[in-house]
């Protein structure tokens, strides 16, 4: 399952779902028939179809935004779109063009944290909130195709990124919602190991991730999960 939060803030962004808006590095305006208002009016449009669970209305919203942002080379613009559009074609049975589209926004996902690493802090982690989201994003197709074993390594890597965000937003303030947001965030990633060790057979390990993710949900008092 995905977390559906819209960009705000250098913290306050998405954990894996649909994703609109530009928080890195500021960009020009593009002399063309067609903007980034433009680009992100499509997105906004496409996440209100996806909420409405208007999957094919979404879809042709994004892909326009990315047609948009492709014709502007706005790599933010284009890895939005495509992570939505990989989410869409997921829901929508389609895995394989979802794992297509999730590696290209994870491309540029990698090469964001290079950059914005050296740049900002908040930068730096929004670029590993929004890796975390996409590996996360990638390991749940896999586990639909049941190729567990890959989706064990997607789900490792996300589980990994999201658990250093976790750790730099704790440290910042312990009490504070977005630690406790961090905090559900890394007990989803436990239990989808335990899911998928679950399914390699290997039911110690299964249960050992299973227990942590119950032990940190409690920790912050999330009896629903």
Request: net charge positive; aromatic share 12%; proline share 1%.
């Amino acid at each position: 399952m995905g977390y559906l939060w819209v960009v705000a803030t250098a913290v306050s962004v998405l954990w894996g779902a649909p994703q609109i808006g530009n928080n890195s590095v500021p960009r020009a305006e593009f002399a063309a028939n067609v903007t980034l208002e433009d680009g992100e009016r499509f997105l906004r449009e496409g996440l209100t179809a996806y909420q409405a669970n208007q999957y094919q209305r979404a879809r042709e919203l994004w892909e326009r935004a990315l047609q948009i942002y492709t014709s502007l080379k706005d790599d933010h613009g284009i890895a939005n779109s495509a992570n939505n559009l990989g989410l869409v074609y997921r829901v929508l049975g389609e895995y394989q063009k979802a794992l297509r589209f999730y590696e290209r926004s994870r491309a540029i996902r990698q090469e964001d944290l290079k950059r914005d690493c050296t740049i900002d802090p908040q930068l730096c982690l929004v670029a590993q909130i929004r890796l975390g989201a996409v590996w996360n994003n990638q390991g749940v197709v896999y586990r639909f195709l049941g190729q567990y074993q890959r989706a064990l390594e997607h789900y490792q890597q996300s589980w990994q990124w999201r658990s250093r965000v976790r750790d730099s937003l704790c440290i910042a303030d312990r009490d504070g919602e977005q630690c406790r947001n961090a905090q559900k965030v890394v007990a989803n990633s436990l239990n989808n190991l335990g899911i998928v060790y679950e399914f390699l057979n290997q039911y110690d390990k299964s249960r050992q991730y299973f227990a942590q993710s119950v032990a940190l949900k409690r920790t912050i008092g999330d009896r629903q999960g």
